[in-house]
Structures are given as structure tokens and as C-alpha cells.
């Protein structure tokens, strides 16, 4: 019995992310759909001081980009997914996510503010904004 109940235990262990055991649980997680040359949606919310996932998953069969400046500058992140991030000395400068790809940025945002951000592939107009609380 005492063996059944640890080898339980040790399969439960190896099923949870390591996310979870490092105490990521209250990791906010926002996804960003691009579909149509649209950020949907086009306006999120976030919160100052919270450690945050945020997704963008380019639904579309072009390149996309997500370019916010202002809100990644001078802050400690990881870009995962199968986007191309650019960085400048000043820290992420934009994300080139391919069609059908995902670009997840981790970090926590700093300060309190509204942050355009875009897309600046030619000839796509699209725009949207991060609000941090």
C-alpha cells in the first residue's frame, strides 16, 4: 500500500509544469488572435506588478509583427514560441510571428499606462493597446 501511494504520488509530480511548482500560479496569461489583419482583441488589460504571459497567435498565412516599444523598454522578459524577436540595447524592439505561429512574452510590467502597439509589415494597418493598471 505504502508503495502504491508513492508511486501516485511521483506520477502526479511528473505531470505538473514546472510552472506550477515554482509558484507561477498566479501568473496572469492574456492571448492576442490575429486573424484578418486584426489584433482581437484590440485592447487588454494588465496589471502592474504581476507577472505575465502574454500570447500572440498569428492565425493568419502572412507574417505579422507586434511592435510595443514603449511598454518592453528597460524590462527583464523571455520571448518563447516560433516568433523572431529583434532586440535593441534598450530591450525588445518588436516579435516577427510566422502564419500560423505563437510568440509568448513573459515578464512584469513595471508602471501604470496605456501602450499603443502595431503591426509594421507593409501595407498592414493594424493597432491595438496594452492598458497596465
Known amino acids: 500500500m505504502k508503495g502504491t501511494v508513492w508511486l501516485i ?8 509544469p514546472a510552472s506550477a511548482l ?8 492574456i492571448t492576442v488572435e490575429i486573424h484578418g489583419r486584426m489584433f482581437i482583441p484590440d485592447r487588454i488589460t494588465l496589471h502592474a506588478g504581476r507577472k505575465t ?6 492565425h493568419d498565412t502572412e ?6 516599444k514603449e511598454l518592453f523598454l528597460g524590462v527583464n522578459l ?10 535593441s540595447p534598450d530591450g ?3 516579435v ?18 496605456t501602450f499603443p502597439y502595431r503591426c509594421d509589415m507593409p501595407g498592414h494597418d ?7 493598471e
Not at 22 to 29: A, K, R, V, W
Not at 53 to 58: G, I, P, S
Not at 96 to 112: S, V
Open 22 to 29: 515554482s509558484g507561477d500560479l498566479d501568473m496572469e496569461s
Open 63 to 68: 507574417l505579422h509583427t507586434v511592435v510595443a
Open 78 to 87: 523571455n520571448v518563447g514560441g516560433n516568433g523572431a524577436p529583434e532586440f
Open 92 to 94: 525588445l524592439t518588436r
Open 9 to 16: 504520488g511521483l506520477a502526479w509530480l511528473l505531470t505538473v
Open 126 to 132: 493594424m493597432r491595438a493597446v496594452i492598458v497596465v
Open 53 to 58: 504571459a502574454l500570447r500572440f497567435r498569428n
Open 96 to 113: 516577427i510571428i510566422p502564419p500560423d505561429g505563437l510568440a509568448e512574452i513573459q515578464f512584469t510590467p513595471t508602471g501604470a499606462g
